[in-house]
């Protein structure tokens, strides 16, 4: 009996080494690469912004955040070479081909300079082109059409509502009777919008004055020379002047004038109000288009997309400053 015991002690720890063996072998499979992570396609992305401002860094923030969320997916694994371009067109070009001689798979450009920087670069190969945040991809030379772009190269727009800011600027400030217009003529963005803005207020009948700037150190001298002639002032999505936003929010608001712009990161940094888009949106809907590309979709199908996602922004802290009621919008 005691030996029945024993045998039967002995078969059912043999039989418990074999199951912790299986166990085992199972475990180990299920910690080891998939076959699906194993079959993802590897890519590189070159990811060049014009320069450090809240609006740029919110655009990579989403575009890196949606790549990495459904890059798996799509069967892709994304690595992202991301440089920025220190608002230098030298620097610009320098990544940009930099990225071509590295033989990347799609070039991602956020803003107008960054995006024309990458697409003389990548002139005559195949390296696909995103660019994002371009006010007027036409106007930039980027694309002829925006429906079917021809080439390499397509992407997202921040084309600015002009005539909703205005109406805007009407509703919360009526007694201005005059606009200075801050902007660097050296962007193709800047002068597509300023465009557009002097059409409409002369449509108006409302006067203005052109302030130009080449460099955030010129927008304080620019704001006051402005601020003396004008009741109020109005920038685009000028990378210059939004740099240096924290400057001319300051002389605006020592003149109690108002300041009217066309991102919601302007209105952060001081700017009275805008209607403006959702900035990570907009870098989502680059990202969606990026893997619509990296996933085989030729570029002539995917069509420029402009954000068309509205909303006023206003600034309660810059507003209060200078004695304007915006609690209509205020959160």
Known sequence: MKNMTLKKLAALALSAVFALSAMTACSGSSSSASPAQDDLKEVTVGLIQLMEHPSLDEIRTAIEARLEEKAAENGLSIHINYQNGQGDASTINTICQQFVGDGV??????????????????????????????????????????????????????????????????????????????????????????ADVKAYLDGKGISYTEGSVSGTGDVQIAAQSLLSQCDAIFSPIDNTVASAMGVLADEAIKAKKPVYVAADSMVHDGGLATVGVNYTNLGTQTADMLLKVLTGTPVSEVPVEVLRDNAVMVNAETAEAIGVDVSKYAE
């Not at 920087?117 to 694309?143: E, H, Y």
């Open 105 to 194: 798979d799609a070039i991602v450009a956020i803003a107008t300079p960054a995006a024309q920087g990458a697409a003389t670069a990548a002139a005559g190969t195949d390296i696909p082109i995103i660019f994002s945040a371009v006010t007027d991809p036409v106007a930039a030379g980027l694309v002829e059409n925006l429906d079917a772009p021809e080439g390499n190269i397509t992407g997202t727009s921040d084309a600015i509502p002009v005539d909703k800011i205005f109406a805007l600027a009407e509703e919360l400030t009526p007694d201005v009777k005059s606009f200075g217009l801050l902007y660097n003529p050296g962007e193709d963005n800047s002068v597509s919008v300023i």
